[in-house]
């Protein structure tokens, strides 16, 4: 059956948030969708939507993410109109989208990952190592902020909220010597060449769970978009991102838990890093399995339980 392509009077509505980088993304998937089926760009309409995470008074008073809601505050908003029929997909960054899809919606193409690293940003200092005691460090992340105390407790760390633009301005006027941006980010904007940065490896600092990586949600059921999201989903992204969902599920991950994870392929084999922290960085478990890329979310689910077990009862106490 031949499928009906979106055109400039009925365009393909993609939803997204209206910052530059969710921008940025939002127009990568509509070049890749035109590219794999010879339309026209205007075949396209992007929708920019407001979520509760984009509310500027919170950026700019430098509210905690966790005073102001779980993962979901940055696709709440979309999701529903998703699922009212206002879009027709929905683009993420993975690592802001809970682990389950509200009823209705399905999350099953991925764009090939980008970068998974975390960049140290700071007009003033080379890299981690190079900051003197005591100096003040920015982050809205709680994993950045407890590996940083896990690593670094001599120095202080404030809340630090906003787009690229916001925490580079907040830099030159003080606020903070230095903060964090993932690198896939500062990539997809161009703008890795044009800040003072330096990569952390994963050695040094490991990601979120599904940094670097483009999420595509659409209507359970709508079969053309089904289809036509078939045509740019990256299988590889695909099987790095199920174990490590697989992994912040079985830890019941928000904002307001400490976790990193990792996967990584070659050829069938996957090695998948994890790490969980308490807020303050005082204690930190990590461990790596290796397996089956097939058994991705086996190993997740297992890391997930052996870091537990490591923790020991209780050890996510904190958040009741």
């Not at 709680?142 to 404030?158: F, G, H, K, M, Y």
């Not at 089956?292 to 050890?315: E, H, I, M, V, Y």
């Amino acid at each position: 059956m031949t499928m009906t392509l979106p055109t400039p009077a009925q365009p393909l509505k993609i939803g997204t948030r209206g910052s530059p980088l969710a921008l940025a993304q939002a127009h990568e998937t509509r070049d890749r969708l035109a590219a794999a089926f010879g339309l026209a760009a205007e075949a396209f309409e992007i929708v920019v939507i407001k979520t509760t995470g984009d509310d500027r008074s919170m950026i700019a008073a430098d509210r905690p993410l966790k005073e102001i809601g779980n993962k979901g505050l940055f696709t709440k908003e979309i999701e529903e109109q998703l699922l009212a029929g206002g879009i027709d997909i929905a683009v993420h960054s993975m690592k802001d989208m809970p682990v389950e899809q509200p009823a209705g919606l399905v999350l099953d193409c991925y764009l090939p990952r980008e970068d998974v690293r975390d960049a140290f940003i700071s007009p003033g200092h080379a890299g981690l190592a190079a900051l003197p005691a005591g100096t003040v460090v920015g982050t809205s992340s709680l994993r950045r902020r407890a590996q940083l105390l896990s690593r670094r407790p001599d120095l202080t760390v404030v809340e630090f909220r906003g787009n690229l633009q916001t925490r580079l301005t907040k830099l030159e006027n003080g606020t903070a010597a230095a903060t964090f941006l993932a690198m896939a980010g500062l990539n997809r904007m161009g703008m890795a060449g044009k800040v003072p940065m330096t990569a952390l490896s994963p050695e040094e600092m490991l990601p979120a769970v599904a940094q670097g990586a483009i999420g595509i949600e659409r209507r359970e059921n709508d079969p053309r978009t089904r289809d036509m999201l078939a045509r740019i989903h990256d299988s590889e992204t695909a099987t790095r991102l199920a174990a490590e969902r697989a992994f912040l599920a079985e830890l019941d991950g928000s904002c307001e838990t400490p976790i990193a994870g990792l996967a990584e392929l070659s050829c069938t084999t996957l090695r998948l890093r994890g790490e969980i922290l308490s807020p303050d960085g005082s204690a930190a478990y990590s461990g790596e399995l290796t397996g089956p890329a097939s058994n991705g979310p086996d190993l997740g689910r297992q890391l997930a339980r052996d870091l537990l077990t490591q923790a020991g009862p209780g050890f996510f106490a904190w958040r009741d």
